[in-house]
């Protein structure tokens, strides 16, 4: 419904005052996985939705992919084919896709979901950097409580089905944030109030048996 792809049962939604949201400059998608175009380089599936809208890709919209791929650490990697990268490095190219139409707002579906730990641990600090750097709206859908809390400034947690808003969390705790803020006092109440809310206080006992 935020990209415009789907129509609310009931009510409208509204974004920055408007709720005509279809196409390609307004909002972006990030997938669970890269979906990158096996048959196109790295700087052209970046470069693919500027084709799609427009019909071609011009120097400085080469220009701007190149900086994308510099910003998410694939400056190196614009000629080489998907297959060659490994699951980590498609997503920062997606990411960087993502991005070439300087979108409003960024919605990514659980973008870290079919990475390894130490890959996934590796993107979230990418994506705290991306969004100091351009300041974008980004709206990030996680099963992983410390990732909401890491990465978000407001985190809705969602009830069961139907899905429903069950709580509405104001993150404050400093940034820049890193992995090792999952240590402040904050932090791990925020988590335990997440935590609360999906499972109750009960799955915070342990079992003496």
């Known amino acids: 419904m935020l990209a415009g792809l789907q129509k609310p049962t009931t009510g409208d939604v509204w974004i920055g005052g408007d709720k005509n949201r279809r196409g390609f400059s307004e909002v972006a998608i990030v997938f669970q996985r890269a979906t990158l175009l096996p048959w196109l380089t790295i700087l052209k599936n970046v470069l693919y939705p500027v084709r799609v809208l427009n019909g071609r890709a011009d120097a400085q919209d080469k220009a701007r992919a190149l900086e994308l791929l510099e910003m998410v650490g694939l400056a190196d990697m614009a000629e080489r084919m998907p297959h060659e990268l490994s699951g980590g490095m498609q997503q920062r190219a997606a990411i960087a896709r993502s991005l070439i139409l300087d979108p409003k707002i960024l919605l990514m579906d659980e973008p870290f979901g079919a990475l390894d730990a130490l890959t996934r641990e590796d993107l979230q600090l990418d994506l705290l950097d991306i969004h100091a750097r351009t300041r974008k709206t980004i709206l990030l859908v996680t099963h992983s409580i410390n990732e909401a809390v890491l990465l978000s400034d407001r985190v809705a947690v969602m009830s069961a089905r139907p899905g429903r808003m069950q709580d509405l969390i104001e993150i404050d705790i400093p940034k820049p944030r890193s992995h090792e803020s999952a240590a402040l006092p904050a ?18 006992r342990i079992s003496a048996s």
Do not use: E, V
């Open 187 to 204: 932090f791990i109440d925020y988590s335990k109030r997440i935590r609360d809310d999906i499972f109750g206080p009960r799955a915070h």
